[in-house]
């Protein structure tokens, strides 16, 4: 088992930057894909962006290409998702999620990951 922790959401103005972390406990994520998601109230939990287990390769939705990037530290169990330039419409609950994965990929699909954290509230006002 898995569990994952998110933290660093929050409540900030239009072109801040909050930086989530994501740490896991009972399993190294060495072999894990990571992706964080989001979910907006009524609406259906997102991609936003995928990590592999290497590092190597990563993947946004079109929207946050060239605002977030995500990153991984794998000596500290941790991924992170930096957020630059938020924007009133990126506001939601992030979601860290994990899958063991013998090829290093990457994972888009919410039914493809086996964990999830509890999320963490970022609110972006105008």
Excluded: H
């Amino acid at each position: 088992q898995v569990q994952l922790v998110e933290s660093g959401g929050g409540l900030v103005q239009a072109g801040d930057s909050l930086r989530l972390s994501c740490a896991a406990s009972g399993r190294t994520l060495s072999s894990y894909a990571m992706g964080w998601f989001r979910q907006a109230p009524g609406k259906e939990r997102e991609f936003v962006a995928g990590i592999s287990w290497s590092g190597g390769s990563t993947i946004f939705t079109d929207s946050v290409k060239g605002r977030f990037t995500i990153s991984r530290d794998n000596a500290k169990n941790t991924v992170y998702l930096q957020m630059n330039s938020l924007k009133p419409e990126d506001t939601a609950v992030y979601y860290c999620a994990g899958s063991f994965r013998l090829r290093d990929s990457v994972l888009t699909m919410v039914r493809e990951y086996d964990y999830w954290g509890r999320g963490t509230q970022v609110t972006v006002s105008s």
